[in-house]
């Protein structure tokens, strides 16, 4: 298991943000089953951190699912070409909604951060989809 680790520095509403917040640690699970998992309890985390519409561990959750859904290209590399190259495109969507999410929460704008993890879920099914297409 390989640990990563968020960068104090991170950007929303395309701007970059320095913050005192919590680092975030992660262990990249070995296998892309034991991964998918770890990204299912990751994604249900900030999912009750959101309903409960409260800042405190919001950081946290996002991160956390940002760094272990970034792993997933790097787990199928076996993946054809096209399969791959969609794979790394959601992979980057997921980052981008993720801190999209993360500024919308810090500015007290739930409903965005609502609509934000629509689209995550969205692209998590995506990246999901092209995965199993493949198999």
Avoid at 49 to 69: I, P, R
């Amino acid at each position: 298991m390989a640990p990563l680790q968020a960068a104090d520095e991170h950007k929303h509403d395309g701007k970059k943000h320095d913050h005192e917040e919590k680092k975030v640690d992660v262990t990249v699970p070995e296998g892309a089953g034991a991964l998918w998992a770890e990204i299912d309890a990751k994604h249900k985390a900030l999912s009750q951190v959101m309903a409960s519409k409260k800042m405190d561990g919001l950081h946290v959750a996002a991160e956390s699912v940002k760094l272990l859904t970034a792993v997933v290209p790097a787990k199928y590399a076996d993946l054809a070409p096209d399969k791959k190259k969609r794979v790394e495109g959601q992979a980057k969507n997921i980052a981008r909604v993720l801190d999209d999410l993360h500024g919308e929460g810090e500015e007290g704008h739930w409903d965005n951060v609502v609509k934000k993890l629509t689209q995550l879920e969205a692209a998590l099914k995506i990246m999901k989809e092209q995965i199993n297409a493949a198999k």
